[in-house]
């Protein structure tokens, strides 16, 4: 594996973080205070043509591969993680199934608009009783005509609400397990597709997190994704590739961490001299940037095996295992570091600990992702 950017790499990385710096960072502790959808950082990505880094040009997308779209995402989520994860599930979660398993008609109709950024995508699993275990969902689907009935909730939607295109999971046989799980495409505004609670959750405050209800909701034949059964399979291909935007999501809270603490321990001093000349923070810098380096590579290892064609499921849980549980570890250290202020709303890092939480959790918590990956090592003994 090449490990080294390329110069058009380069040239993306420092434009994103440019614009995330400039356009994101800003904003990233009051939208978390308010609570308030990063829609105006959404755009800015959408102007910048950052909404389908892994999709060709035909349509809609920047044409380049997804090592590029996770090397922007991390930049986007250093400076704000509830602005990366809105990209994250716009172009992993929403997009790419459409790319891979849509017919023309659909790539038009929502492909195209999603990476334009014009519409706004989210991906719908879990439900009430079926979080891990995502193949007992219970959300059905009847077929009526040439229409599709949806009866059942949908919960911790990321972009709920907000989003104009939703890619829901439903069973057709309920009997049948994860092999009647289908995939549909519903439009907000569908009649007997509404909102419920809204999550009032400890980190990535300013992304929404929506319950979904579906009452009789018809939804065209048309907007199928895939064929009868094949959701399940289409939920987990997805779930691989999120998996690595999330890696790239910890890696930038995480980058973001040690930023705050290079320049925390740079200004200020106890005992006689700079808190970076102790000894004792000293090595934990060096422990946040090794721990750092380490999770991206992981995740530039998994991205490149997606973009190579090769099977990338056990990678993209092991980077997301580590690079959550890493941005854990040194979002903690940066919080130390800062001793009282670190705990306060005057400094990043309490933002950035409760940010980092959801890594672990979401798209797979940890333990999900330990079950793939050690399922992996047993299949190939
Ligand atoms: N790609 C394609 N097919 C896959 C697959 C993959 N990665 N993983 C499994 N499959 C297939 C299997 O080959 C099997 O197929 P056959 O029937 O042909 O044999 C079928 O799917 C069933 O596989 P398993 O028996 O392995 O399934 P399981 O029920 O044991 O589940 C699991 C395994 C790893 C626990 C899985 O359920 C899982 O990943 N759970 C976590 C769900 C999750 O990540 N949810 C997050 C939702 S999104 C979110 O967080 C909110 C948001 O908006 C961001």
């Known amino acids: 594996m090449d490990i080294a950017l390329t110069e058009s790499q380069v040239m993306l990385r420092d434009m994103v973080r440019e614009l995330a710096s400039r356009e994101i960072a800003p904003l990233a502790a009051q939208a978390d205070r308010e609570q308030e ?3 105006r950082q959404f755009r800015a990505l959408a102007a910048a043509d950052l909404l389908g880094i892994p999709f060709p040009e035909e349509v809609g997308g920047m044409g380049g591969s997804t090592v590029d779209y996770v090397i ?4 986007v989520c250093r400076a704000c993680a509830s602005t990366g994860v809105t990209m994250s599930v716009q172009t992993s979660l929403a997009a790419s199934p459409i790319y891979r398993f849509g017919t023309q008609d659909q790539k038009k109709r929502y492909l195209e608009p999603l990476c334009r950024g014009e519409r706004l995508g989210a991906y719908s699993l879990s439900e009430p009783g079926s979080g891990t275990d995502a193949a007992a969902l219970a959300c059905v689907a009847h077929r009526d005509g040439d229409d599709y009935v949806l009866t059942g909730t949908k919960v911790f939607v990321t972009n709920g609400f907000h989003a104009d295109v ?3 999971y439903a069973t057709v046989d309920p009997a049948l397990k994860h092999k009647g799980i289908t995939a549909f495409i519903v439009e907000k505004g569908t009649p007997g597709f509404s909102f419920g609670k809204k999550e009032d959750k400890l980190g990535i405050r300013a992304s929404s997190t929506y319950e979904l209800l579906f009452k009789d909701c018809r939804v065209p034949a048309a907007n199928r994704l895939g064929a009868e059964g094949e959701g399940f399979k289409i939920a ?4 691989d590739g999120g998996r690595i935007g999330i890696s790239a999501q910890a890696i930038g809270i995480a980058q973001a ?9 740079d200004e200020r001093e106890t005992f006689g001299k700079r808190l970076s000349d102790h000894q004792a923070i000293a090595f934990m810098l060096a422990e946040m940037a090794t721990d750092i380096e380490a999770a991206r590579l992981l995740c530039w290892r998994a991205a490149s095996l997606k973009d190579a064609g090769k099977d990338h499921g056990e990678a993209a849980s092991i980077a997301k295992l580590f690079a959550s549980e890493m941005a854990m570890r040194t979002t903690t250290k940066a919080v130390q570091i800062h001793g009282g202020y670190g705990y306060t709303t005057d400094f990043p890092v309490e933002r950035l600990m409760r940010d980092a939480k959801i890594t672990e959790i979401y798209e797979g918590t940890s333990e999900a992702q330990r079950m793939v990956i050690s399922r992996a090592e047993l299949a190939a003994r």
Not at 72 to 75: G, N, Y
Not at 257 to 265: E, G
């Open 37 to 39: 959808f990063p829609m």
């Open 257 to 265: 961490a040690l930023d705050a603490c290079l320049r925390y321990t």
């Open 236 to 239: 987990m291909w997805t779930l």
């Open 72 to 75: 922007a995402l991390e930049e």
């Open 166 to 168: 939703y890619i829901v």
